[in-house]
């Protein structure tokens, strides 16, 4: 198994908080298609569809809403 890139977990918490690609986009100074295709690539590599896309929202899925919640638990205790 291939090790994540720490910038893919960070785009999928700042779509996962903003609920939103857009937001999550003017957040980290990057183009919407350019943080979606980062969820993509780290959706592909763990197998696991993380959100559900409508035109308004991106919202987690439940699979997404676990990864989310250890991946902040995580970041916490490293601050």
Do not use: C, H, W, Y
């Not at 291939?2 to 980290?28: D, H, P, V």
């Not at 183009?31 to 991106?58: K, N, W």
């Amino acid at each position: 198994m291939s090790s994540i890139n720490l910038k893919l977990l960070q785009t999928f918490l700042l779509a996962a908080e903003n609920g939103s690609f857009r937001r999550a986009a003017e957040e980290s100074n990057r183009s919407p298609s350019a943080v979606s295709m980062q969820i993509r690539d780290l959706e592909e590599q763990i197998g696991i569809s993380l959100f559900i896309r409508t035109a308004q929202r991106a919202s987690l899925t439940p699979e997404g809403q676990v990864l989310f919640e250890e991946i902040a638990n995580a970041m916490s205790q490293v601050q």
